[in-house]
């Protein structure tokens, strides 16, 4: 019979921070794939040009999820903290990419809510995945 090999946990502070861009990079490859979904039912004028606000919101909010939920995968102490990190990675990482590709940046108000609405969804997705363990 094979001895299942057990998952390398992070051990120090820089494995986990390492985890958690690698979910935030994974998470901004997922919300390309979900913006360039969602211009196409624009396209086929499923929903009208006053929905992209809230459904970008929605997008920046499940995709943060994802990042606490993939950031997470092999932690086991202070799980919350660092999926809270992995959701704010993915709110900077995003906002410099799409800076990026815009050719502007401006740091407002807004990017300080964008980047505690990815706290708060990383860590549900943290949570979520520590349900899933349970």
């Given at each position: 019979m094979k001895a299942k090999r057990k998952r390398k946990q992070p051990s120090v502070k820089g494995g986990a921070l390492l985890q958690g861009?690698?979910?935030?990079?994974?998470?901004?490859?997922?919300t390309i794939i979900v913006i360039l979904l969602t211009a196409l039912l624009l396209k086929w004028q499923l929903f009208g040009e006053g929905a992209i606000p809230v459904i970008t919101g929605v997008i920046k909010a499940l995709c943060a999820a994802f990042a606490g939920f993939m950031g997470s995968k092999s932690l086991e102490g202070k799980v919350w903290v660092w999926s809270g990190i992995a959701g704010i990675l993915y709110v900077v990482i995003s906002f410099i990419v799409f800076s990026l590709i815009e050719k502007t940046s401006a740091i407002t108000?807004?990017?300080?809510?964008?980047?505690?609405?990815?706290?708060?969804?990383?860590?549900?997705?943290?949570?979520?995945?520590?349900?899933?363990?349970?």
């Open positions: 861009l690698k979910a935030a990079l994974f998470a901004c490859a997922l108000l807004g990017l300080a809510a964008d980047v505690l609405m990815g706290f708060i969804a990383g860590v549900a997705g943290g949570m979520l995945r520590q349900l899933k363990k349970a």
